[in-house]
Each structure stands twice: as C-alpha cells, then as structure tokens.
C-alpha cells in the first residue's frame, strides 16, 4: 500500500486531479461524438441524408 501513499500526497494530486479531468472531458467528447455518428448512419441507411 505504499503506492497509495505515495499517489494520496497533495503534491502529486495536484497533478492527477488536472490530468483526469481532461482525459475525462476527452473522452465524454469523443463518446457523444461517436453516438452523433451512428445516429447519422442510421438515418443514411433508413434513407434520409442530412447533408441535402
């Protein structure tokens, strides 16, 4: 439990706490991204194109 102890120090949750929350905000970005994509290929396939 050493690791735990060392990662719970301030110092260092002042960096991680940063680094999560982008990687997070990155990766809920890229998920809605993705849902929007498949919505769209749906509609494409069921024969409405949104781009006309």
Do not use: D
């Amino acid at each position: 439990m050493e690791w735990l102890n060392q990662i719970l120090k301030p110092e260092i949750l002042s960096l991680l706490i940063p680094i999560v929350a982008i990687v997070g905000a990155f990766a809920v970005a890229a998920l809605n991204a993705h849902h929007k994509h498949q919505e769209r290929i749906e509609r494409i396939k069921q024969g409405f194109n949104p781009e006309k």
